[in-house]
């Protein structure tokens, strides 16, 4: 009797499990359904409101249309909507309602709305604007990266690299000085990078504004001049390479930088540098320069730092040691000489080098 009702009360709980889990399936595919109906209507009112644009020319906005810029799903409507054939008349709609665009984005949106405001601003179209327009979103970019949220300041800065003006990006960066905004080194060097403007008149203002930056931020401006091939500060960088007041990682960015513009100058840097610092604290430097010498084609005196080296502590400085005689190719008694010497940890790293194909010592080397 016992059994039966304890198989009962068994069989009574699976079933009412079964319920509850078709019950809550009923109610989430009822509530997306909901959701999906809500978004296609969004998606109807910016269509029809870019189809009355287009038709009468006049892409001014109702107010209630300026409301939905601080909605987050109009927002998503938008987005969707100017993926999907209406990227120009959004742009448009961006453009001729700026101020008061710009204003809700500043007083009203919340922190969701303003980083995908900033984020509809870095996709849209602003080559036929005039620079009131550019300076609005300008002004309101620039206000939007003291948010809290990694997500609105990275969008603020997008928009503002789309806008394309030199010196308010360099404020941008500024401002995440001041304010002790510690953004991502490579999201901003490769964010830089993106600028839609002169890159070299955005390489000046940087320049211009280096000193009061960050050593952080400093970082980011070398990886950038180091991608867009600008060496016009050379000197000045490689005056301040062994500076006691920057950060081990500056350094071996200014290294980055000056060795991708092989000269005599750079060679004594890179030669002195790995020399001095192959068995010191600062060993990440030595390795950096390591890779730089492989640009110096028979040259006795490049052969004879990189044999003198990759006997270092550090496995860093070692295979890159290594990797960088491999690539110059240099008598074979020179690799017979670390092969069959004493060191058998240079010898290990020289015989990694051989033994690895092209293209792994290329990245090796770039390491």
């Not at 665009?101 to 969701?112: E, G, K, R």
């Amino acid at each position: 009797m016992l059994e039966l009702l304890r198989n009962n009360f068994q069989i009574t709980g699976v079933l009412l499990l079964v319920i509850i889990v078709f019950a809550a399936r009923l109610i989430s595919n009822s509530r997306a359904e909901k959701h999906r109906k809500a978004d296609l209507k969004r998606i109807r009112l910016w269509n029809e409101v870019f189809y009355r644009c287009e038709k009468s020319g006049s892409y001014k906005l109702s107010g209630q249309e300026i409301s939905w810029f601080y909605d987050s799903d109009m927002l998503r409507a938008l987005d969707f909507t100017a993926d999907n054939g209406h990227l120009e008349a959004c742009s448009k709609a961006l453009c001729a309602n700026s101020k008061e665009i710009t204003y809700n984005a500043v007083n009203l949106a919340d922190t969701m709305e303003k980083g995908f405001l900033a984020y509809m601003v870095s996709a849209a179209d602003f080559s036929d604007c005039g620079e009131e327009v550019r300076n609005d979103y300008i002004g309101c970019m620039l206000k939007l990266l003291g948010n809290d949220s990694v997500y609105c300041r990275e969008n603020s800065l997008k928009a503002l690299y789309n806008l394309g003006d030199a010196k308010a990006v360099a404020e941008a960066v500024g401002i995440l000085t001041r304010d002790g905004r510690m953004h991502n080194e490579k999201l901003l060097a490769d964010g830089l990078n993106s600028f839609g403007g002169d890159k070299a008149e955005l390489a000046g203002a940087l320049m211009d504004s280096f000193s009061s930056y960050d050593d952080h931020n400093q970082s980011a401006v070398i990886t950038f001049l180091t991608t867009a091939g600008f060496h016009e500060w050379d000197e000045f960088f490689a005056e301040r390479l062994n500076s006691p007041e920057i950060s081990i990682d500056q350094r071996c960015d200014i290294l980055r930088l000056l060795l991708k513009a092989p000269s005599g100058r750079t060679k004594r840097i890179l030669i002195d540098t790995l020399k001095r610092c192959k068995d010191s604290e600062d060993w990440q430097m030595a390795a950096v320069a390591a890779t730089g010498l492989d640009r110096y084609q028979d040259d006795a005196e490049v052969i004879d730092a990189l044999r003198y080296a990759i006997d270092s502590r550090q496995w860093n400085v070692r295979i890159n040691c290594a990797f960088t005689l491999v690539n110059l190719d240099p008598p074979g008694d020179v690799l017979d000489g670390i092969l069959n010497g004493s060191d058998k940890y240079a010898a290990d790293a020289l015989r990694f080098a051989m033994n690895s194909d092209k293209d792994h010592a290329a990245v090796q080397t770039e390491d």
